[in-house]
């Protein structure tokens, strides 16, 4: 595979402070060297800390694609986010701390092999010091795997949240696969993040987008997952699964409390947009990612 050049780092996005304060939000301590061993603890850290949800999309919050208002919005307000900021505040993170970060553009496989629209997903391309890799990290794709992974290896990458491996596929790029099904198609040209812009739109505003459906709340914990879908909180334990709905408003702003750490001063409900007009008619497109039901 070709190497791909990694873009000028941004400079000075994170102050000491911000990166201090985000390290305590995710468990994590200084001093860490940028290596890969520190980038897999940061990711799992990420993920079992700060929870993947959409109800910026559902309480009529703006969605600001900068790098210090998406990391504000995790740190200083203690909220989650979708792929756009859980990874773009990550990759700030992880540039302040010296590593060097690309970011890449996916397209999520939906029904029937059917690829989303361009910049669908952003993930992580991650150079560290000890010169391994570069890993792809992903940290705003749901239920998803818990290390870097390596893009260029073309064997199974085992992952306590299943098998993966890269593909290759047309025009130089990459589908990631999960025990044999096909995630997304990942382009490796380096990105900006002004260019997703356009993606987090539609994702915040079309009817086709699985964010503008359902409310969505989820974070990895150490024995399984626990997730909030609208009413329904979700707990899988050692490969258990349990349900509970719940009846009262304040028994869901509870478990958005207790279990997520989100104090909401008002419930987020679901309000699908309008239909778009479509003149070659509806799009029924369901994608793999995001939505983690265990």
Same mark, same amino acid.
């Given at each position: 595979?070709?190497e791909?050049p ?6 000075g996005? +994170?102050d ?5 304060a ?10 860490l060297?940028?290596? *890969? ?5 940061l990711?799992l850290r990420h993920?079992t800390?700060?929870?993947f949800?959409?109800?910026s999309?559902?309480?009529g919050e703006d969605?600001v694609l900068e $790098?210090r208002r998406?990391v504000d919005?995790?740190v200083? $307000? ?5 792929c756009? $900021?859980?990874?773009?505040a990550?990759?700030?993170?992880l540039?302040a ?5 690309a970011l890449?553009?996916?397209?999520v496989?939906?029904?029937g092999?059917?690829?989303g629209?361009?910049y669908?997903?952003?993930a ?6 000890d010169?391994?890799?570069?890993w792809?990290?992903? *940290?705003g ?9 390596r ?7 085992d ?6 491996r ?12 999960r025990?044999?099904?096909?995630q997304?198609?990942?382009?490796l040209?380096?990105r900006a993040?002004?260019?997703f ?12 987008s699985p ?13 399984g997952r *626990?997730?909030l879908s609208g009413?329904t909180?979700?707990t899988t *334990?050692?490969? $258990? ?8 408003d304040a028994?869901?702003?509870a478990a958005?409390?207790d279990?997520f ?5 008002s +419930?987020p ?17 369901r994608?793999?990612?995001r939505v983690?039901?265990?």
């Amino acid at each position: 595979m070709a190497e791909k050049p990694t873009p000028p780092q941004p400079r000075g996005a +994170l102050d000491t402070a911000r990166v201090e304060a985000y390290l305590k939000r995710i468990g994590a301590a200084k001093p860490l060297p940028p290596d *890969v061993d520190t980038l897999h603890e940061l990711q799992l850290r990420h993920l079992t800390t700060v929870p993947f949800e959409n109800l910026s999309v559902h309480l009529g919050e703006d969605i600001v694609l900068e $790098e210090r208002r998406l990391v504000d919005k995790i740190v200083t $307000e203690h909220r989650g986010g979708f792929c756009y $900021e859980l990874n773009g505040a990550f990759a700030a993170l992880l540039r302040a701390l010296g590593f060097r970060v690309a970011l890449l553009q996916a397209r999520v496989f939906g029904d029937g092999g059917r690829l989303g629209i361009p910049y669908d997903h952003v993930a992580l391309s991650v150079e560290t010091v000890d010169g391994a890799g570069p890993w792809i990290v992903d *940290v705003g794709f749901g239920d998803h795997a818990l290390s870097p992974l390596r893009p260029d290896l073309r064997t199974d990458q085992d992952d306590p949240c299943g098998t993966f491996r890269f593909r290759e596929a047309p025009q130089g790029d990459l589908d990631l696969l999960r025990d044999g099904s096909r995630q997304y198609r990942l382009d490796l040209r380096p990105r900006a993040l002004t260019d997703f812009r356009a993606g987090a739109w539609y994702h915040r505003t079309s009817p086709d987008s699985p964010f503008t459906r359902s409310l969505i709340c989820s974070r990895r914990t150490e024995e399984g997952r *626990v997730t909030l879908s609208g009413r329904t909180l979700i707990t899988t *334990v050692r490969g $258990e699964r349990r349900e509970k709905e719940l009846a009262e408003d304040a028994e869901v702003l509870a478990a958005y409390r207790d279990h997520f750490g989100l104090a909401l001063e008002s +419930l987020p409900v679901a309000r699908p947009p309008m239909p778009w007009p479509k003149p070659g008619g509806t799009d029924t497109r369901r994608d793999t990612r995001r939505v983690p039901e265990n």
